[in-house]
């Protein structure tokens, strides 16, 4: 729209997996959780990709209650392609991250992306 002020974005790494890292089944990818604590609400965006074509799952901790959650419907992610998700989160929300069985992650990180504007 015209004369509309502009949004600005911004997005800060909040975890990160090395490339061609070994990670268990049903483990929290992250030893230590990650505790959104930087933004109101914003959007917990998770790019990742691994090797053998297994479920990969939000653990999300919001409020004492823990809920995992598959992404991409609950099917197991295509071997060795990249995956964009996105989430709604708030401050004080702790997350991690389980792949349904043994992989080598190729790529995890997340950023949490928060917006300011009108």
Not at 17 to 44: H, K, M, Q, R
Not at 60 to 81: D, F
Request: net charge negative.
């Amino acid at each position: 729209m015209s004369g509309s002020p502009p949004i600005e974005f911004s997005a800060r790494l909040v975890g990160s997996v090395a490339p061609n890292t070994a990670v268990a089944g049903a483990t929290n990818v992250f030893a230590t959780d990650l505790v959104i604590s930087e933004v109101e609400t914003g959007i917990l965006r998770v790019l990742v990709s691994e090797n053998t074509g297994v479920v990969f799952s939000l653990v999300l901790t919001r409020g004492g209650v823990t809920v995992t959650s598959a992404y991409n419907g609950g099917a197991a992610l295509a071997a060795n392609s990249l995956y964009l998700f996105d989430v709604p989160v708030q401050r004080g929300d702790i997350v991690n991250f389980q792949f349904g069985g043994a992989t080598t992650v190729l790529l995890l990180d997340a950023y949490v992306i928060k917006t300011m504007g009108p």
